[in-house]
């Protein structure tokens, strides 16, 4: 009954399966001749390889044939559109319809062809066929992971549109393809052993689902970032407002081993106690050390390698024009333009390293991973419209301020770097300093947090964190809204103004200007400004400060592949480099002058990014850090380095719709403006498919197994304990138990001689163990049981060895491995 | 009886020591099958169901075409008999052809008037012998064939109003061409209900029939008629021993009756199996199970004998044919619940 109605299932099925993955590969690629020619082409396939398979054609003879007839039509196809003749007889679009189809069809021909006749050849490579029609429907939904939610669009939009999440949509059709899939393999297998492990692969598929949040959208996963989020594995390093016993010298005129906290290194520096060491260390090492790098350094986006280009060099002129003509005085008078900041281009950078690892060699080490910094890591959704004077919005997570004597840390001082927010809001929380409020303007707006984070990050400069309702739980992990006071005073105005705060402590000051122990720093600056600035505006902090930026930009190439050990290495090096290289750089000169700065990180958009909405996407690429400088007045001033040259890769575009669709989610509009806001609902909660009852059904399935496998214990083992009298059936009965166990059972119908025949050539002392056992049970009672054989427990015990060791000769260990392992063989005996 | 007749027959009058256990009965079989395939080459199976038949005392209808070794089977069978009560009338083997015009008497004898003695006296028909070979059985009226089949159920005939008793082994081989059928007068159902088995005689393969050129000559000048015979009382007493010894569980009883009613269920079946076509297969597959060396009857036995014994009992509804197909699908079930039920407890 199940035969007929699989013999004439089978090739529908099959042929359904086979024009869907030829159109799934082909959608999108080709014209709709091409994609006919493809469906007609698998049809083909199907039957074609069958009637191969069937055929008397040896295998190696009939591939070779498939693929030399493949071969003939791309030859063909490609006829069509190389050389002239048939475009000039059909025209050229005739023959580029023409070469699709051949090609498109021809290849479908082919490949199904192939599949098919090795799966009917070799049933175990059936495997093949399902794979790739498997492969083939899910490349179409490839592209809807790593946090890119809803591709194919053709497909989202439509689920948008009439109010469903598409996700729904994907997982429809993902439970679509895998019964198609299923019942292929049934029909295929034909026999009922498929059918009961696809319950038990169902059972499990159910579990997955049950524990693993899969119905929620994509989470992406961080390729790089600054150490930003929680994902790696190397922390951040972490503020310390007290340091224990161990406090660092507040002397600012300490050299570089005094800025080192000995129980609490963080891992870039090292236990080197000075600069010079810590280069000579990191050139002795290489950049293979670098234990604590968790964090990758993907590229963000040399895309912008032209604009960084361009601006550079703009401001590069127009710095020279300023050097020149300094004469005009005045802020305003000094033509500096606003720094240009690239688009990305210098947006990666190492992570900071874990305490807890050995110290490695390289402080600004990152693990060399292909770069990829598409990941969407949050959305930034502005409140108020707010247009930075530096082309780019700069979201400030943590500062490092702290010379260890090699690189730049997070500050262990409780009075320093206070305008940073260091914990996850759950009430308003207030920054501890907040910058003047002149030459600022308040700019509120709100994060939402795709992947975790280790601190927040807001705006510069946050004036006041607070908490706010997840907008979409499925989607991110957590949202806050910040109140900045962003920077809005115009670059060119900053001329003229002090360094510095002067309600700072000497030591305050100290700490932010404490220069790096190398004088050539000092040197490098000194000669830089003399040569750039005129007399007048020399002693400007500004002035001077920009006047190294601007030599930065012309001098340092950039590039996520660099290492160096220490920034002397890079700056007096090959000064290719990454934003950390250059910030670092920036910092040093600067504070070799007397200016107080600081590295601060987090992430960067430029402001082009925006497209005119409120919504920022902020990716792992953005990921960066840059030097800032406090101006009297004003407070900490983003400065950023933009690199002039740029031999990194282009990276990833901004991909408009995700970040529309996301700041939608964030804003908690309803993509579909015809349905009320679900702000009424309030935000959804967290569908988890009932973990309570995934944990009841996993419980169920190890006791059943349990109990499984102890039944078969039982079966096995009882023969050597049993009464004479019942002796020939459970004896005879973990016979059959083995049998089955390689594989070896009887049929619905079959009477037992049949079938201790029928595997004979196997195990031939079954038949006779098997008489035994029949004439035991219908030979007549009444015969005294000493005459009769079968009630002689050695009999069986010899036949049970005999079984043994014939049934160990059969060919596939594996096979009956297999079966000692199979909870249920059992349950094939009857 | 005319001597030169009774001369062709192995006569003896020393009674044979009498069959009491499987062992003796096992001997028989065994005598009568190295005969018999000594005779008749490359018909191992029908030879098997033919010593099933003669022990289980039934009779044996051959379907096949002129040619095809009915005859030398028949002929075989009744020379591995020897005749050990040469003094009633029955005779080891008769052969009757059968026509259209033949008449019952021609069958069962007639009486006939003696002018010696003024008495009538009767003189017995051929079917007074321990095997008859009925050839064509089918191509004779209506009148001969019951007369024949009245000879077959009862053991017995009736001439002149007077019933005479036949030999206790009395033993029938009828034949029917299944193409030739111009002319003929089939059997009805009813009658052939009094068949025991009804064997399809097929080609037989092409080694044995080359066998059966070589061996032509050897097998004229006599070869295998020195093997051992055995006497018809021997063969009355192990048919007594299989029916006494051969142990049928109640559950191959269960079997066919679930066999049977599955049988009646079937769409595809007009008629299913009678309860006497049950009864009857007992002793076959006590005998079956005899020539199998065993002293119980199992599954394997009745799937043995499920075709020949119900093939030609069972009327199939229009628009099927294959009764083969019909009697596996219904002996399914039931042989299934056989096998299922040995490893059950008791």
Same mark, same amino acid.
């Given at each position: 009954?199940?035969?007929?109605?699989?013999?004439?299932?089978?090739?529908?099925?099959?042929?359904?399966?086979?024009?869907?993955? %030829?159109?799934?590969?082909?959608?999108?690629?080709?014209?709709?001749?091409?994609?006919?020619?493809?469906?007609?082409?698998?049809? *083909?396939?199907?039957?074609?390889?069958?009637?191969?398979?069937?055929?008397?054609?040896?295998?190696?003879?009939?591939?070779?044939?498939?693929?030399?007839?493949?071969?003939?039509?791309?030859?063909?196809?490609?006829?069509?559109?190389?050389?002239?003749?048939?475009?000039?007889?059909?025209?050229?679009?005739?023959?580029?319809?023409?070469?699709?189809?051949?090609?498109?069809?021809?290849?479908?021909?082919?490949?199904?062809?192939?599949?098919?006749?090795?799966?009917?050849?070799?049933?175990?490579?059936?495997?093949? !066929?399902?794979?790739?029609?498997?492969?083939?429907?899910?490349?179409?939904?490839?592209?809807?992971?790593?946090?890119?939610?809803?591709?194919?669009?053709?497909?989202?939009?439509?689920?948008?549109?009439?109010?469903?999440?598409?996700?729904?949509?994907?997982?429809?059709?993902?439970?679509?393809?895998?019964?198609?899939?299923?019942? &292929?393999?049934?029909?295929?297998?034909?026999?009922?052993? $498929?059918?009961?492990?696809?319950?038990?692969?169902? %059972?499990?598929?159910?579990?997955?689902?049950?524990?693993?949040? +899969?119905?929620?959208?994509?989470?992406?996963?961080?390729?790089?970032?600054?150490?930003?989020?929680?994902?790696?594995?190397? $922390?951040?390093?972490?503020?310390?407002?007290?340091?224990?016993?161990?406090?660092?010298?507040?002397?600012?005129?300490?050299?570089?081993?005094?800025?080192?906290?000995?129980?609490?290194?963080?891992?870039?520096?090292?236990?080197?106690?000075?600069?010079?060491?810590?280069?000579?260390?990191?050139?002795?090492?290489?950049?293979?050390?670098?234990?604590?790098?968790?964090?990758?350094?993907?590229?963000?986006?040399?895309?912008?390698?032209?604009?960084?280009?361009?601006?550079?060099?703009?401001?590069?002129?127009?710095?020279?024009?300023?050097?020149?003509?300094?004469?005009?005085?005045?802020?305003?008078?000094?033509?500096?333009?606003?720094?240009?900041?690239?688009?990305?281009?210098?947006?990666?950078?190492?992570?900071?390293?874990?305490?807890?690892?050995?110290?490695?060699?390289?402080?600004?080490?990152?693990?060399?991973?292909?770069?990829?910094?598409?990941?969407?890591?949050?959305?930034?959704?502005?409140?108020?419209?707010?247009?930075?004077?530096?082309?780019?919005?700069?979201?400030?997570?943590?500062?490092?301020?702290?010379?260890?004597?090699?690189? &730049?840390?997070?500050?262990?001082?409780?009075?320093?770097?206070?305008?940073?927010?260091?914990?996850?809001?759950?009430?308003?929380?207030?920054?501890?300093?907040?910058?003047?409020?002149?030459?600022?303007?308040?700019?509120?707006?709100?994060?939402?947090?795709?992947?975790?984070?280790?601190?927040?990050?807001?705006?510069?400069?946050?004036?006041?964190?607070?908490?706010?309702?997840?907008?979409?739980?499925?989607?991110? +992990?957590?949202?806050?809204?910040?109140?900045?006071?962003?920077?809005?005073?115009?670059?060119?105005?900053?001329?003229?103004?002090?360094?510095?705060?002067?309600?700072?402590?000497?030591?305050?000051?100290?700490?932010?200007?404490?220069?790096?122990?190398?004088?050539?720093?000092?040197?490098?600056?000194?000669?830089?400004?003399?040569?750039?600035?005129?007399?007048?505006?020399?002693?400007?902090?500004?002035?001077? *400060?920009?006047?190294?930026?601007?030599?930065?930009?012309?001098?340092?190439?950039?590039?996520?592949?660099?290492?160096? *050990?220490?920034?002397?290495?890079?700056?007096?090096?090959?000064?290719?480099?990454?934003?950390?290289?250059?910030?670092?750089?920036?910092?040093?000169?600067?504070?070799?002058?007397?200016?107080?700065?600081?590295?601060?990180?987090?992430?960067?958009?430029?402001?082009?990014?925006?497209?005119? $909405?409120?919504?920022?996407?902020?990716?792992?690429?953005?990921?960066?850090?840059?030097?800032?400088?406090?101006?009297?007045?004003?407070?900490?001033?983003?400065?950023?380095?933009?690199?002039?040259?740029?031999?990194?890769?282009?990276?990833?575009?901004?991909?408009?719709?995700?970040?529309?669709?996301?700041?939608?989610?964030?804003?908690?509009?309803?993509?579909?403006?015809?349905?009320?806001?679900?702000?009424?609902?309030?935000?959804?909660?967290?569908?988890?498919?009932?973990?309570?009852?995934?944990?009841?059904?996993?419980?169920?399935?190890?006791?059943?197994?349990?109990?499984?496998?102890?039944?078969?214990?039982?079966?096995?083992?009882?023969?050597?304990?049993?009464?004479?009298?019942?002796?020939?059936?459970?004896?005879?009965?973990?016979?059959?138990?083995?049998?089955?166990? %390689?594989?070896?059972?009887? !049929?619905?119908?079959?009477?037992?001689?049949?079938?201790?025949?029928?595997?004979?050539?196997?195990?031939?002392?079954?038949?006779?163990?098997?008489?035994?056992?029949?004439?035991?049970?219908?030979?007549?009672?009444?015969?005294?049981?000493?005459?009769?054989?079968?009630?002689?427990?050695?009999?069986?015990?010899?036949?049970?060895?005999?079984?043994?060791?014939?049934?160990?000769?059969?060919?596939?260990?594996?096979?009956?491995?297999?079966?000692?392992?199979?909870?249920?063989?059992?349950?094939?005996?009857? | 009886?005319?001597?030169?007749?009774?001369?062709?027959?192995?006569?003896?009058h020393t009674p044979a020591p009498p069959i009491t256990d499987l062992n003796g009965a096992y001997g028989v079989v065994q005598r009568l099958r190295n005969r018999l395939q000594m005779a008749v080459r490359g018909r191992d199976e029908i030879i098997e169901v033919l010593i099933i038949a003669l022990l289980a005392d039934g009779h044996m209808l051959l379907e096949d075409y002129p040619g095809s070794g009915k005859t030398t089977l028949a002929k075989a069978l009744g020379d591995c008999i020897i005749d050990d009560r040469p003094d009633d009338e029955i005779v080891t083997f008769r052969r009757i052809q059968f026509t259209p015009d033949l008449l019952p008497s021609d069958v069962t004898g007639t009486t006939i008037f003696d002018p010696n003695t003024n008495r009538?006296?009767?003189?017995?028909?051929?079917?007074?012998?321990?095997?008859?070979?009925?050839?064509?059985?089918?191509?004779?009226?209506?009148?001969?064939?019951?007369?024949?089949?009245?000879?077959?159920?009862?053991?017995?005939?009736?001439?002149?109003?007077?019933?005479?008793?036949?030999?206790?082994?009395?033993?029938?081989?009828?034949?029917?061409?299944?193409?030739?059928?111009?002319?003929?007068?089939?059997?009805?159902?009813?009658?052939?209900?009094?068949?025991?088995?009804?064997?399809?005689?097929k080609h037989i393969d092409r080694a044995s029939e080359l066998e059966i050129l070589a061996s032509y000559k050897a097998r004229k000048a006599g070869a295998g008629q020195d093997l051992p015979r055995c006497t018809r009382t021997e063969l009355i007493h192990a048919r007594a021993v299989i029916e006494n010894a051969v142990w049928v569980a109640p559950e191959i009883r269960e079997c066919l009756?679930?066999?049977?009613?599955?049988?009646?269920?079937?769409?595809?079946?007009?008629?299913?199996?009678?309860?006497?076509?049950?009864?009857?297969?007992?002793?076959?597959?006590?005998?079956?199970?005899?020539?199998?060396?065993?002293?119980?009857?199992?599954?394997?036995?009745?799937?043995?004998?499920?075709?020949?014994?119900?093939?030609? #009992?069972?009327?199939?509804?229009?628009?099927?044919?294959?009764?083969?197909?019909?009697? #596996?699908?219904?002996?399914?079930?039931?042989?299934?619940?056989?096998?299922?039920?040995?490893?059950?407890?008791?």
């Open positions: 009954m199940w035969d007929k109605l699989v013999a004439g299932w089978r090739h529908a099925v099959r042929c359904l399966a086979m024009a869907l993955a %030829a159109l799934a590969l082909s959608w999108g690629v080709t014209l709709t001749e091409g994609l006919v020619a493809a469906l007609v082409g698998a049809l *083909a396939g199907v039957f074609a390889g069958e009637a191969l398979g069937r055929s008397r054609l040896r295998l190696p003879v009939a591939l070779g044939g498939v693929t030399l007839g493949l071969l003939g039509l791309w030859g063909l196809a490609s006829l069509g559109v190389r050389h002239e003749l048939l475009p000039e007889l059909l025209g050229p679009g005739n023959a580029l319809v023409f070469a699709a189809v051949l090609r498109f069809g021809g290849t479908a021909l082919g490949l199904v062809t192939a599949l098919r006749l090795v799966a009917v050849r070799r049933p175990s490579l059936l495997a093949l !066929e399902l794979g790739v029609i498997a492969a083939a429907i899910t490349s179409v939904f490839a592209a809807h992971r790593d946090g890119v939610i809803a591709r194919p669009l053709a497909l989202s939009d439509w689920a948008w549109r009439n109010d469903i999440d598409p996700v729904h949509v994907f997982l429809a059709i993902g439970a679509g393809s895998v019964v198609l899939l299923a019942v &292929l393999l049934v029909v295929e297998t034909r026999s009922g052993r $498929g059918l009961s492990s696809l319950l038990a692969l169902a %059972a499990l598929a159910l579990l997955s689902v049950l524990f693993f949040n +899969v119905s929620g959208l994509p989470q992406p996963t961080p390729s790089m970032d600054l150490g930003l989020t929680d994902a790696g594995t190397g $922390g951040p390093p972490r503020r310390t407002p007290d340091a224990g016993g161990h406090g660092p010298s507040p002397n600012p005129g300490g050299d570089g081993g005094s800025g080192q906290r000995p129980g609490e290194d963080d891992g870039g520096g090292g236990p080197d106690s000075g600069g010079e060491d810590g280069g000579g260390a990191g050139l002795d090492g290489g950049d293979g050390g670098g234990g604590g790098a968790g964090q990758d350094a993907g590229d963000g986006g040399g895309g912008a390698g032209q604009d960084a280009g361009d601006g550079g060099g703009g401001a590069g002129q127009d710095a020279g024009e300023g050097g020149s003509s300094g004469g005009d005085g005045g802020d305003s008078g000094l033509n500096f333009p606003p720094p240009e900041l690239s688009d990305g281009g210098v947006g990666q950078a190492p992570p900071p390293q874990d305490a807890g690892r050995p110290p490695p060699q390289d402080p600004f080490d990152n693990r060399d991973r292909p770069p990829g910094g598409a990941a969407p890591m949050a959305v930034v959704i502005l409140d108020d419209d707010y247009s930075p004077p530096s082309g780019a919005y700069y979201f400030r997570q943590e500062v490092w301020s702290l010379y260890t004597g090699s690189r &730049l840390v997070a500050t262990n001082r409780n009075d320093a770097d206070l305008d940073v927010v260091d914990d996850f809001p759950t009430l308003p929380t207030p920054a501890r300093e907040v910058p003047p409020r002149t030459h600022r303007t308040r700019v509120r707006g709100m994060v939402a947090l795709l992947v975790d984070h280790t601190h927040p990050f807001a705006l510069e400069s946050a004036q006041e964190l607070s908490p706010t309702p997840n907008p979409n739980e499925q989607r991110f +992990v957590r949202a806050w809204r910040f109140a900045s006071l962003a920077q809005s005073i115009d670059y060119r105005r900053l001329v003229g103004r002090r360094a510095g705060n002067p309600t700072w402590s000497a030591d305050l000051r100290g700490y932010y200007t404490q220069p790096p122990t190398d004088p050539r720093y000092r040197q490098l600056a000194q000669q830089v400004v003399d040569r750039a600035l005129p007399q007048r505006t020399r002693r400007d902090p500004f002035a001077q *400060a920009l006047a190294i930026k601007l030599y930065l930009d012309r001098e340092l190439i950039y590039s996520t592949r660099a290492r160096h *050990a220490t920034t002397e290495d890079f700056l007096w090096g090959n000064r290719t480099g990454y934003c950390v290289h250059f910030a670092h750089s920036a910092v040093y000169l600067w504070r070799s002058l007397g200016i107080p700065s600081r590295i601060s990180a987090g992430y960067h958009s430029d402001e082009s990014n925006r497209r005119g $909405g409120s919504a920022i996407l902020l990716r792992s690429g953005d990921a960066h850090a840059w030097p800032e400088l406090y101006l009297d007045g004003v407070g900490w001033v983003v400065l950023d380095i933009a690199a002039e040259r740029n031999i990194d890769p282009p990276g990833h575009a901004t991909d408009e719709d995700l970040q529309r669709i996301l700041g939608e989610m964030a804003r908690r509009q309803p993509p579909n403006p015809n349905t009320p806001p679900q702000d009424v609902r309030g935000p959804r909660p967290q569908t988890h498919y009932g973990r309570d009852l995934g944990y009841g059904l996993l419980y169920t399935l190890l006791a059943a197994l349990g109990l499984l496998y102890a039944i078969k214990l039982w079966r096995r083992v009882i023969p050597y304990l049993a009464s004479p009298r019942s002796t020939p059936r459970v004896s005879y009965r973990a016979l059959l138990d083995r049998l089955a166990e %390689a594989g070896l059972v009887r !049929e619905t119908g079959e009477s037992r001689e049949d079938f201790a025949k029928r595997i004979a050539g196997a195990v031939p002392s079954f038949e006779r163990l098997t008489a035994l056992h029949v004439a035991a049970r219908l030979g007549n009672p009444m015969t005294a049981p000493e005459e009769r054989p079968e009630y002689d427990r050695s009999t069986w015990s010899k036949g049970r060895r005999d079984v043994a060791r014939e049934l160990g000769q059969q060919p596939r260990p594996w096979r009956r491995l297999l079966g000692l392992l199979h909870p249920a063989s059992w349950l094939d005996v009857h | 009886m005319e001597t030169d007749f009774q001369q062709s027959e192995h006569i003896t009538f006296f009767f003189r017995p028909g051929p079917i007074f012998a321990h095997v008859v070979l009925a050839d064509e059985i089918n191509r004779t009226s209506p009148k001969v064939q019951s007369a024949m089949l009245e000879a077959m159920a009862e053991k017995q005939t009736t001439v002149d109003n007077r019933t005479r008793k036949l030999d206790e082994l009395f033993f029938v081989i009828a034949t029917q061409n299944p193409l030739d059928l111009a002319g003929t007068f089939p059997l009805p159902s009813a009658q052939l209900d009094r068949f025991l088995f009804k064997v399809r005689m009756v679930d066999f049977a009613n599955k049988t009646r269920a079937d769409p595809r079946v007009l008629q299913g199996t009678s309860t006497r076509s049950l009864v009857l297969m007992i002793p076959a597959l006590q005998a079956r199970a005899l020539t199998r060396v065993r002293d119980y009857v199992n599954a394997e036995d009745v799937a043995y004998l499920a075709q020949y014994i119900f093939a030609h #009992r069972l009327e199939l509804a229009p628009g099927t044919d294959n009764i083969e197909a019909v009697i #596996r699908d219904c002996i399914n079930e039931p042989m299934e619940r056989l096998a299922r039920a040995t490893l059950k407890r008791v």
